[in-house]
Every structure is written in structure tokens, then in C-alpha cells.
């Protein structure tokens, strides 16, 4: 059955042409039957067979087979060829104008010509002579309804098939959209860890160097001290492994990170340790928290240790040997404030001003994509008498 179906729907005009040799089989019996002893009957062969051809090539060119089935009606009348089985092809192409996709004015056109052709042919072969006015009039009613229910059904297809495609085509676009949102939700993501990529290694890194560069200064003299900052270096670069396994932990689909699972994201409580860490690799910081610390969401958790982290960065790359730093935390009722200070050489002009390039990383740009990213506010820019400032606004919320 289902290959038949397809056969169908492969075929409309083989299968169209099947029906149409059918009735012009039945027609033409009937014009044999109604020709016998009249000469007159003869021009209702060439009626028939075009008639027959409208139902082949209804599909193809319905419009101009509904042309070909108008003139052959005016043709019966005019030739008194009376109702016959071909003319079954009138209620078939008004139908197949009425569900096609031409213009609508043609589709009017034949409901119009289907009303008009039940009356004219009561009226040239009147099925009772001395009938009433009203029973006229009731008979070509009811021979008009096969006509207007053949345009109504074709009329419900068409709208049932538009209704259809405009379903698909929606569906269509809004496959386009989830693909648009994904490719977007990709770059966000990457862009993310992008981020992340640039403050762990930036932060960590830094911190080795100048460690290494002190032992290197005082191997000779003190080599305890040497040790000392050798340890650091070790501590500083597994955290840098560790906060890297679970950021790459992301990337991965139904895998734990290495050593089993995934090392938690940094959050406000870590620092102080933070902190503690910087003044060991040799920067004077003086850190403080105003305010009753409280739950804050994860964003703003990370957002806030990570700008604390690239700001004492910074300081180490740009303050110069004798710059001190100081870190404040206030937690406001809305708000938690965020100010790093430094009373180094300060920072190059791009670094605040032409978007936070510093012609090796993004440091101040990946600050201010994370802040807007929890709706907050950044200030960076050079501090009154020498050094830098960078303060931040994030807003709280409920932790849930």
C-alpha cells in the first residue's frame, strides 16, 4: 500500500490520465448510445475527449484546462450536446483551481462559472417543461451544490496546505534560531574560558617567575631563602594545575577531570589566601573587609576573585620593585565593593583607556566582560599622586 501511495504521489499525471481514459471510455458509450439515428450528436464526440483531456492535465496546467473546460461548456450549449458523464471534468478541475496556488481571482472564476452552469443547463434542456417557476428554481439549486462542494473542498486544501508549509517554514527558522543561539552560547562559552585561561596563567605565572628569579638572586647567599621560594614555585604551580584541570573538566562530556573530580571555582573566601600567596612571592599587600559578609552567588563569587587576582597581577607586572598594594572588600546592602590600589609606576595609557590591551593579554578587558556579564560596574584608570586604582560594583542577590 505504502508503495502505491508513493507511486501516487511520484506520478499525479499517470494517475490523472488513468481516470481520465476511465470516463472517456463511459462518455463515449453514452455518445454512441445518444448519437444512434441523429447526425446531430456527432460533435459530442470531440466535446468528450476534450473534456477527458482537462482531467489528464488538470494538475499540470489547471488553469488553462479550466479555459479548455469553460469553452467546451459554452460548446455544449451551443451545439445541444446535452449532459453527459464527461462533463463530471467540470467538477473536477473547479476543484483542482480552488486547491492549487494560482492567483484567487481565478479560483473565484470558477465557483462562479460551476454556480452559473446548473441554471444554464436547466434552462437549455429543461428536465420538466411544465414545471413551476419555483420547482426551476429548487432544481437548479440542488444541481449547483456538487459544484460549490467541489470548490469548497479544494479551497479547505489549499488552506490546509498553506497552513502546513507555514508550519514548516517556521519550524525551519526556528531550527536557524537554536543553531544562531548555539553558535552564540559556544562563543560565550569560549570566550569564558578564555578568561579563565588568561587569569589563571597570567596570575600563577608571574608569581613563579618572580620566585624563581629571587632564588636564582639568593641561591648563593641563602640558600634556605632560595629554598623557600622554590617551594612556593612548586605550591603555585600545582594550584595552577589544579584550577586548570577543572576549568579543561569543563570541556569534557561524561568525564571527571583528573584525580576523580573537579577542583571547586575560586570564590570570595579564598582571597584572603589569595592575598597571602602575592605577599609571599614578595608584594606588600594590605588587605580588609568592611561590611557582614554574607552568601553570594556563584558569578559574583568568582567574578570578585578574579578581579582581585588580575589587579595584584597587574601590580607585579607594572608597579615596579618598591609598590605596595591594598585590597578592600565592603559589603554594602545591594552591593559588594571591590577597591584595589597600588602606589607602583602606575599602568600604560592603553591599559585603561584604548579597551585593556596590554599587547600580550586582555587583563582589563576580560575584568570588564565578567563584571557586565553579573551587572556590575569597573573603574580602572590612574590613581591620584602615582600608581593605579581599579574599583567594582557587583550587585548582590540571594543566594539560593
Not at 483531456?53 to 446535452?82: I, S
Not at 432544481?139 to 467541489?150: E, G, Q, R, Y
Amino acid at each position: 500500500m505504502q508503495r502505491l501511495y508513493d507511486f501516487i504521489r511520484r506520478h499525479p499525471t499517470s494517475v490523472d490520465s488513468f481516470w481520465a481514459v476511465l470516463l472517456l471510455g463511459f462518455s463515449l458509450l453514452w455518445a454512441v448510445q445518444a448519437s444512434m439515428g441523429s447526425d446531430s450528436r456527432i460533435a459530442a464526440f470531440p466535446i468528450i475527449t476534450l473534456l477527458c483531456l482537462v482531467v489528464a492535465l488538470r494538475r499540470r496546467a489547471p488553469q488553462k484546462m479550466l479555459l479548455l473546460a469553460v469553452l467546451m461548456g459554452v460548446a455544449q450549449l451551443v451545439l445541444d450536446v446535452e449532459v453527459n458523464p464527461a462533463d463530471w471534468a467540470m467538477l473536477v478541475i473547479i476543484y483542482t483551481v480552488a486547491a492549487s496556488d494560482g492567483p484567487r481571482w481565478i479560483s473565484r472564476v470558477a465557483l462562479i462559472g460551476g454556480l452559473a452552469a446548473a441554471p444554464l443547463a436547466h434552462l437549455r434542456w429543461p428536465a420538466d417543461k411544465d414545471g413551476t417557476v419555483l420547482a426551476s428554481v429548487f432544481f437548479s439549486i440542488v444541481m449547483a451544490l456538487p459544484f460549490a462542494l467541489a470548490w469548497v473542498l479544494g479551497d479547505s486544501m489549499r488552506t490546509r496546505r498553506a497552513y502546513f508549509a507555514e508550519l514548516e517554514e517556521r519550524a525551519a527558522r526556528l531550527e536557524k534560531e537554536r543553531e544562531a543561539q548555539s553558535k552564540v552560547a559556544v562563543a560565550a562559552e569560549r570566550a569564558r574560558i578564555a578568561r579563565e585561561l588568561h587569569d589563571v596563567v597570567a596570575h600563577n605565572v608571574s608569581v613563579m617567575v618572580v620566585q624563581a628569579d629571587g632564588a636564582a638572586y639568593v641561591l648563593d647567599a641563602s640558600p634556605a631563602q632560595a629554598r623557600q621560594a622554590l617551594e612556593t614555585i612548586s605550591s603555585t604551580g600545582r594550584q595552577a594545575l589544579a584550577e586548570m584541570r577543572r576549568l579543561l573538566g569543563v570541556l569534557r562530556t561524561g568525564e571527571q577531570a583528573v584525580g576523580g573530580e573537579y577542583v571547586p571555582q575560586p570564590d570570595v573566601e579564598q582571597i584572603e589566601d589569595l592575598v597571602e600567596k602575592v605577599r609571599t612571592a614578595g608584594l606588600s599587600v594590605d588587605f580588609k573587609v568592611e561590611g557582614t559578609p554574607r552568601p553570594l552567588p556563584s558569578g559574583v563569587e568568582l567574578t570578585a576573585y578574579r578581579i582581585v587576582q588580575e589587579a595584584l597581577t597587574n601590580t607585579r607586572k607594572h608597579g615596579g620593585p618598591e609598590a605596595g598594594a591594598s585590597v578592600r572588600l565592603v559589603y554594602f546592602d545591594d552591593g559588594l565593593g571591590l577597591l584595589v590600589e597600588d602606589d607602583g609606576r602606575g599602568a600604560a595609557h592603553e591599559l585603561y583607556e584604548d579597551g585593556g590591551a596590554d599587547g600580550q593579554g586582555h587583563g582589563l578587558i576580560g575584568m570588564r566582560e565578567r563584571v557586565g556579564m553579573v551587572g556590575g560596574t569597573l573603574d580602572a584608570g590612574p590613581r591620584p599622586g602615582g600608581g593605579f586604582r581599579i574599583s567594582a560594583l557587583l550587585p548582590l542577590k540571594p543566594a539560593h
